[in-house]
């Protein structure tokens, strides 16, 4: 059975930093392209960062490109998201995700997998 359990999430202050991780296990890790998704109230789920299967690119939504760092560790078969200068329109739930296709996707549709997500908020 394949599960994606995020954590890490939780209440910060603007500028603040939160690191989120999505640990995998019931798949072969290494072999899937990992994206992170949010989605806020009353809002469409959104492409945050994604990661190819070796880390030798990443990709990055405009509105956090330069703040957000997205890495893995295939030998934890972990993916985590770093997050620095955080501001209010970063709350959300956060959502990790698993792909076989082996190129970065933008969109979440082309995810076989996901997790529960774990809610990031962020005071001003």
């Known amino acids: 059975q394949v599960q994606l359990v995020e954590s890490g999430g939780g209440l910060v202050q603007a500028g603040d930093s939160l690191r989120l991780s999505c640990a995998s296990s019931?798949?072969?890790?290494?072999?899937?392209?990992v994206g992170w998704f949010r989605q806020a109230p009353g809002k469409e789920r959104e492409f945050v960062a994604a990661?190819?299967?070796?880390?030798?690119?990443?990709d990055y939504a405009d509105s956090v490109k330069g703040r957000f760092t997205i890495s893995r560790d295939n030998a934890k078969s972990t993916v985590y998201l770093q997050m620095n200068g955080m501001i209010p329109e970063d709350t959300a739930v956060y959502y990790c995700?698993?792909?076989?296709?082996?190129?970065?996707?933008?969109?979440?549709?082309?995810?076989?997998?996901w997790g529960q997500g774990t809610q990031v908020t962020v005071s001003s």
């Open positions: 990661i190819t299967r070796s880390a030798g690119s990443t």
């Open positions: 995700a698993a792909t076989i296709f082996p190129r970065i996707l933008r969109r979440s549709n082309g995810y076989e997998y």
């Open positions: 019931g798949l072969t890790f290494s072999g899937y392209v």
